[in-house]
């Protein structure tokens, strides 16, 4: 039961040209949405996040949108550039709005984004 | 400045044995967290603790505990270790709790003969 779906394990994109990564939820109590860039041996690192209450977060060359009818995020990165290749992780958090505990992040499986020269 | 670091960055040992995991984080977080990556390369959360007492504890195995000393340190204990505990653990740290981001250690790889 993935509460968090990452639909495609990998994407490449040229290096200057938009990479868009997809992230679907099924749970509508996610309150609080965020994108982890991990590479290999490392830890994921943070790179933007958004609550419910918006549509949209821009940080620099990254932008996530969110459709919370659709239950469905993306992250956009604007131009690509070969320091972007990594694993990407959408995660979802209970509690920011509903009030709720000390909850773990759920995460998707991760998009490999290859960024080709 | 390692924000969040973790001990030993790899860990390998035999079936049966006990073995500790370290996290401190420097931020001065209020919540940690310990997560686990496996095979198939989901994250999934473990425990955390909020000024040093467990929030949650998800369906773990009673092998596993977490132990705070204080506030910057969440230790992972693992008793009796199985083949399937072949993983990697990351820990991580927050400021709060309830939907704040998280901030994570670079893991620790475990392998389990």
């Known amino acids: 039961d993935q509460q968090v779906k990452q639909n495609s394990p990998s994407l490449s994109v040229q290096e200057g040209r938009i990479s868009i990564l997809n992230c679907d939820y099924t749970n509508s109590m996610f309150d609080y949405f965020l994108w982890y860039k991990k590479y290999p041996a490392e830890g994921p690192t943070f790179l933007i996040s958004?609550?419910?209450?918006?549509d949209k977060n821009e940080d620099g060359r990254f932008t996530v949108f969110l459709n919370k009818s659709a239950k469905h995020l993306s992250l956009h990165i604007v131009p690509s550039q070969p320091g972007d290749s990594a694993v990407y992780f959408c995660?979802?958090?209970?509690?920011?709005?509903?009030?709720?505990?000390?909850?773990?992040?759920?995460f998707g499986k991760g998009t490999h984004l290859i960024i080709q020269p | 400045d390692t924000a969040v670091s973790q001990t030993p960055k790899y860990l390998v040992t035999q079936m049966g044995n006990d073995k500790s995991i370290k996290c401190e984080q420097n931020?001065?977080?209020?919540?940690m967290y310990w997560y686990k990556q496996d095979s198939k390369k989901f994250l999934k959360i473990m425990f955390s603790?909020?000024?040093?007492?467990?929030?949650i504890n998800e369906t773990v195995p009673n092998r596993f505990s977490p132990k705070s000393p204080d506030k910057a340190h969440l230790n992972l204990h693992i008793n009796s270790l199985e083949l399937g505990d072949s993983a990697v653990y990351f820990c991580?740290?927050?400021?709060?709790?309830?939907?704040?981001?998280?901030?994570f250690g670079p893991g620790t790889r475990l392998l389990v003969l």
């Open positions: 991580a740290s927050s400021q709060g709790y309830g939907g704040e981001t998280q901030y």
């Open positions: 995660a979802a958090s209970l509690g920011l709005y509903s009030g709720g505990g000390a909850d773990g992040l759920t």
């Open positions: 603790y909020n000024n040093k007492e467990l929030i």
């Open positions: 931020l001065g977080h209020d919540t």
């Open positions: 958004i609550s419910s209450i918006k």
